[in-house]
């Protein structure tokens, strides 16, 4: 683990290659504002009404913080946004994408819309979870019965219409960011195959994710994992809150004794939240092409038609 390149099984890049990957993200940052004037396209997961949220109509809530960040609360409609890649880049991928905020709010621009705008330029397609929040005050929801059921409800959902927006149904999966990457990692080891008789078609796909994206977590207990769990990238940095920075070096071990492909970065001198920032270090804003790299020709295997 060193500060001028990320742990892993590769070093990529020279340092003017690192420059112009900073560069680039820093500009992405700095449209992202703009893009966002016209919204993606966003789907309900349940569009008649989430399981445990009937009688809950309270409207969604969207602030601003200091910064300009757009941070979500009161969430009681479960959503995707869509952001699909120009046809002529696309790989036929997709990544179920989750912010985190301590399941008590959602960071929508680091760990959302940047990480979204990102993949989908690099033509892998996009959405944005938006679950439901179990610590927010006065909150009834948990993480087993609703935000769990949220993000299984995502994969299904992207997968039955694979077809129609241009991607493999066997190449979706889950990248999580902090309380977003524990629902990652839960749906990574808590899945099911669908229900063939379902009279819903999108409760008929499995949920089992194709691959976990694991930035900074908050690693589930009690994990089961076993050869059949989905290859992992995991990151963070190593001035995280203990639990994470020696827990996910932890858990990339854990994986590998149950036979598991897996990938870890640990950014010296990082600590929580990174995501894509324009402030982010030049190293650590390596990882969204790390991440690509491992995706599309470290793990196999891949039936992405750009691998």
């Not at 960040?69 to 120009?86: C, E, G, R, T, W």
């Not at 203990?242 to 994986?255: K, M, V």
């Not at 036979?259 to 920032?277: M, P, T």
Request: proline share 7%; glycine share 10%.
């Amino acid at each position: 683990m060193a500060g001028t390149a990320p742990t892993g099984t590769r070093v990529v890049g020279a340092p003017q290659a690192r420059v112009r990957v900073a560069a680039a993200v820093a500009l992405l940052c700095a449209l992202v504002g703009v893009a966002l004037a016209e919204p993606p396209q966003s789907l309900l997961l349940w569009p008649s009404g989430a399981p445990g949220s009937e009688g809950r109509s309270g409207v969604e809530t969207v602030r601003l913080n200091e910064h300009g960040q757009h941070i979500v609360s009161n969430v009681h409609a479960p959503s995707i946004a869509v952001f699909l890649p120009a046809r002529h880049r696309a790989t036929g991928a997709a990544v179920i994408v989750v912010p985190g905020g301590g399941h008590t709010e959602l960071w929508m621009d680091h760990e959302g819309y940047n990480v979204a705008s990102w993949l989908s330029d690099h033509g892998v397609a996009a959405f944005i979870l938006k679950y439901r929040l179990t610590r927010e005050t006065g909150s009834t929801y948990t993480i087993e019965g609703s935000a769990l059921p949220d993000i299984r409800r995502a994969i299904r959902l992207v997968r039955s219409r694979a077809s129609e927006w241009g991607l493999n149904p066997d190449d979706v999966g889950v990248m999580g960011f902090s309380a977003g990457g524990e629902l990652a990692a839960l749906a990574s080891t808590r899945y099911d195959t669908g229900v063939s008789s379902a009279a819903d078609p999108v409760e008929r796909e499995s949920s089992k994710p194709a691959f976990q994206a694991l930035l900074y977590p908050a690693i589930p207990r009690d994990m089961t994992l076993s050869k059949e769990t989905p290859p992992a990238f995991l990151a963070c940095g190593e001035d995280d809150r203990q639990d994470i920075a020696q827990g996910l070096p932890e858990l990339y071990l854990a994986l590998k004794r149950a036979g598991v492909s897996a990938e870890l970065h640990v950014y010296a001198g990082v600590g929580h939240g990174f995501g894509i920032r324009q402030n982010n270090g030049t190293a650590v804003s390596l990882w969204p092409q790390l991440f690509l790299e491992w995706l599309l020709h470290g793990m196999q295997p891949l039936k992405t038609s750009g691998a």
